[in-house]
């Protein structure tokens, strides 16, 4: 049932800009009900900032069930913070204590730029897809979609793979600040599926070499899979491996052909 | 001042339009296609794929989304699936059925043409989504799996787990994000349509704000798509996204896009109901949950106790009690509206009592744990995140809550509106649910829309236009719609008052809800439409937006979305007042049967209320289009 938690401390990292230098500013919630999600208490807050003439927290945050990828956050060190399995907007505040006090910083990472406050610059993650992450198929010219079948343990993986969102908690989580999960999850998505195979190669190369121009290297920590609120499995990152050293050798092959 | 609108269908008999218009729709040669330039604004599923098409056939393409990436629009939280008219399992399903079934669900207050187009092109979405890799649901022979969804009477939804509009949106997202890196398409993230510029009576570009900078600048183009999505945040808490908003429509409506339909919006029965004043948005859990759960009340108002202490013959199942046949199936209208009036009768249960209960103790009790589990784990896992409580031991609650709009930007056959130039697609259009929408058909039109009908129509108009000069953003109509969007901003920075927009908003939307909600009267209606337009004066004294409208600021952001708002509120109340008849999503309680069920005055209002900007939002004019049927009869739903 209901509880209220009392005398919250919360240490929130302000910036105004990507070049200027942020601090921690120091905001107490006297009384929130362990019902409220936790950005809803930031929702509270705000409007008390904005009642007291001061501007509002920014973030990032949008349908808040968990599924668009657009909210993000430090919580206590931890990225979406220490439910597992959940990004902070479906994180509910009776994971909290009264008297905790929480730190919440924007994600940490050299290749998600920090925009404003809390919110960061995740447009790496679209270059990664711009370079191969997709099918090429026209609209228009696609074949009866029963003509291929896919077997379901294929097809489950694949999803397991696909349900990725895209939010950039791998990265904030990696010491490196690698994006070895997220680029993994579409390329193993797609070089599973037999739709895929036209471009497996290429796709693997692409994606990799894209990734590596933003991002880290990943020295296989573990700690994005802990972090990721789809838990989605680090064997992506094999199978990603597996294929950029075919794709190597692959390529390579054309290239002296040609 | 009103006429009759024409939806330009084809001729010939109703499945030969769509292929007669392909055939006699004038087409721009590929090697003119790059001389044309459209503009998509919105990339959610109608967006992306109409983005992502376009460019691969040749034209210009600018895409502007609010969001940071295209892939966080809103379609992405679809959960249930798509219907298309595969007839994979061999059940009777066909392009007629899905065609007259569409029609039925909407309460025969749809365009037959464009419905029929629908439905013959939802075979094509799934053969194009699975070439581009969606992982659909698999049999273990590798075909693709269907289930029966909504009440059809055939599976035909196919699906990816409880991930449908995730996976398509991603999908479309690649399709569009292929395009970007080849440079087909110009993307502009984190940017918000602000207006539409419209010169000598058509569409010729339109105003962003970028987000970030908060500098406003101009676009222009031959043609301008609008997908941005519906409006049901009108009534503050939804299950909409935070973000989504009318704003994109309503500019263009204000510049003279007719609006069709405003009152027709849908309300999703089992979401979790609300448990703080300050709670930002509604969860939906999916419909599957009624297959097994029983939905009760208390019989008797008031009553408190725990769920489990409640004997079984002082509950009221009262959907099992009301309609036999269909019991707790019974569809989303209908058992949204039975849930309103226990609760309103005070056999509301929770702390808030503003829920029901939809219980599985009956079913664990005949399936066992494990079998439910292996159904609705999922869900149940996040109900227990939101709510803290464990469905396997407690009765879920839930509530109605706005879900879906039909109403949206009027369209012709061809998707455009009523200014030259300018299209909506998707949720943004009015065109093919009628009254009320069938569960898994909005990703189906907005797919529809995008991949399928708009790269074939946009030519039809774009042909006209070879070789002539149109105006670029130096014609002094940008600068001075640039002017008024400045304007605009700088009157909420500096009204100076006390109340923040998501004050206003919250209000706003209690009003709404209250009087335009799940059932509408004659008298709350006339009600609402004082009380929007004196909340509205007061935010228009009262507003309160700190920081100031150079760089990023949300506060400012949300204010020109929520003034939209009531202005739009206005015009739903309007319509819903206008419309003395029951249809679908829309109730009106002097409209009922004896049974409480919806009557419609089919002699008198089967028709699309489209209505027109005057200036004045109290004042609008009323339009309509006539739908004619050809091919199908009127019948009574009936769910007893």
Redesign the interface.
């Known amino acids: 049932m209901t509880n209220t938690l009392k005398n919250l401390t919360l240490k929130v990292w302000r910036q105004d800009g990507p070049n200027t230098s942020g601090s921690f500013e120091t905001h107490t919630i006297e009384e929130i009900t362990d019902e409220a999600s936790f950005l809803e208490m930031i929702d509270i807050l705000n409007e008390r900032l904005i009642e007291d003439d001061k501007e509002a927290i920014v973030f990032d945050h949008d349908c808040r069930e968990g599924i668009c990828g657009t909210c993000s956050l430090m919580i206590n060190g931890q990225a979406h913070g220490p439910e597992r399995g959940t990004a902070t907007c479906q994180l509910h505040m009776r994971k909290f204590s009264s008297g905790d006090t929480i730190v919440i910083e924007p994600w940490r990472a050299s290749a998600f730029p920090i925009i404003r406050d809390l919110m960061v610059d995740r447009s790496s993650f679209d270059r990664i897809v711009e370079a191969g992450g997709y099918i090429t198929a026209a609209t228009g010219g696609a074949p009866d979609a029963n003509l291929i079948p896919v077997p379901k343990p294929v097809s489950d993986a694949a999803m397991d793979a696909a349900q990725c969102i895209g939010c950039g908690a791998c990265v904030a989580a990696c010491p490196n600040g690698a994006a070895n999960l997220f680029t993994a999850a579409k390329i193993t998505h797609l070089n599973l599926l037999p739709q895929g195979q036209a471009e497996r190669y290429s796709r693997a190369e692409d994606m990799v070499e894209t990734m590596d121009s933003f991002f880290g290297s990943c020295t296989n920590h573990g700690e994005c899979e802990a972090a990721c609120p789809k838990e989605i499995s680090i064997d992506v990152i094999a199978l990603m491996n597996a294929d950029y050293r075919k794709a190597k050798v692959q390529n390579r092959k054309q290239l002296s052909r040609t | 001042m009103s006429s009759i609108l024409d939806s330009k269908s084809p001729e010939g008999l109703l499945a030969d339009k769509w292929q007669n218009f392909k055939a006699n729709e004038k087409l721009v040669n590929p090697a003119n296609k790059r001389k044309f330039k459209v503009i998509v604004v919105g990339t959610g599923l109608a967006g992306a ?1 109409a983005a ?2 376009l460019a ?1 056939l040749g034209y210009q393409v600018d895409a502007f989304t609010f ?8 379609s ?2 679809a959960q249930g699936g798509i219907n298309a008219a ?1 007839n ?1 399992r061999g059940d009777g399903d066909s392009v007629n059925r899905l065609f007259y079934d569409t029609i039925k669900g909407g309460d025969f207050r749809s365009r037959e043409s464009n419905v029929h187009r629908l439905a013959e092109v939802s075979v ?1 979405i ?8 969606v ?10 799996d269907n289930r029966s969804f909504g009440g059809a009477q055939v599976s035909r939804t196919f699906y ?2 409880g ?1 449908t ?3 398509l949106l ?1 999908g479309a ?3 569009l ?2 395009q ?2 080849q440079g087909g398409v110009r ?1 502009f ?1 984190r940017s918000e349509l602000v207006d539409v510029v419209v010169i000598e009576g058509r569409a010729a570009g339109v105003v962003v704000r970028d987000l ?1 900078t908060g500098e406003l600048s101009s676009h222009s183009a031959h043609a301008v798509v609008l997908a941005t999505g519906g409006y049901g945040n009108a009534f503050f808490l939804s299950t909409n ?3 989504c908003n009318v704003t994109a429509a309503w500019r263009a409506h204000k510049r003279g896009a007719f609006f069709a339909n405003p009152c027709y919006t849908q309300i999703h029965p089992t979401c979790i109901p609300q ?2 004043d ?4 509604l ?2 859990m999916s419909e599957s949950l009624r297959n097994d759960g029983r939905v009760w009340v208390p019989e008797v108002a008031g009553d408190n106790r725990e769920p489990h202490l409640i004997p079984e013959d002082e509950r009221d199942y009262y959907l099992e009690r009301l309609y036999p046949s269909f019991g707790n199936l019974a569809p989303r209208d209908i058992s949204s509206r039975a849930a309103k009036r226990a609760v309103d009768a005070g056999q509301g249960v929770g ?1 808030k009592q503003n829920g029901v209960y939809l219980d599985f103790s009956e079913a664990i009790g005949r399936l066992g744990r494990d079998t439910v589990a292996e159904r609705y784990g999922n869900l149940f896992d ?1 109900y227990e ?4 409580e464990n469905p396997y031991d407690v009765p879920m609650r839930i509530y109605p809550a706005s879900h879906y709009t039909m109403g949206g930007l009027w369209v012709d056959y061809e998707l455009m509106t009523t200014i030259p130039g300018l299209y909506a697609a998707g949720e943004a259009n009015f065109s093919d649910h009628g009254a009320n929408r069938l569960g898994a058909s909005a990703l189906m039109q907005g797919l529809s829309d995008g ?2 009908v708009l ?1 074939y129509t946009i030519s039809n108009y774009l042909s006209e236009w070879l070789n002539k000069s149109v105006p670029d953003t130096s014609h002094p109509e940008f600068a001075k719609v640039e002017n008024e969007a400045r304007d605009r901003y700088n009157r909420f920075a500096s009204v100076g008052g ?1 109340r ?1 927009p ?2 206003f908003h919250r209000e706003l939307g209690k009003i709404i809800w209250d009087y335009c909600g799940m059932e509408r009267t004659e008298a709350g209606l006339e009600k609402a439409l004082g009380e929007i337009p004196a909340l509205y004066e007061e935010f228009k004294k009262d507003l ?1 937006v ?2 100031g409208t150079d ?5 400012l952001e949300k204010a020109g979305r929520v003034e939209d708002f009531f202005e739009l509120g206005m015009l739903m109340c309007r319509d819903a007042l206008d419309r003395k008849e029951s249809c679908g999503g829309h109730f009106r309680a002097e409209y009922q049967t004896e049974e409480g069920e919806a009557l419609r005055d089919d002699d008198n209002f089967a028709h699309v209320a489209a209505w027109e900007n005057t200036g004045d939002p109290m004042a609008p004019n009323r339009h309509v289009e006539d739908l004619v049927y050809e091919e199908v009869h009127f019948q009574t739903r009936s769910y007893k």
């Open positions: 794929s992502a098409t691969e969001h940071d990436s295209p892939r966080r629009a809103h992405i939280a595969k994979y094509n799934i053969d194009q989504m699975v070439a581009q890799g992982p659909f649901a698999r049999e273990y022979g590798g075909m693709l990816a787990r991930q509009g995730q996976q991603l997202y690649q399709q994000a292929r970007v890196g993307l993230n970030m996204a935070m973000a448990s703080d300050f709670q930002s948005k969860t939906l702390l996040m995140r939101i709510t803290g991949y399928f790269p006390t923040s998501d004050w309160r700190t920081g760089g990023l600021n949300q506060t």
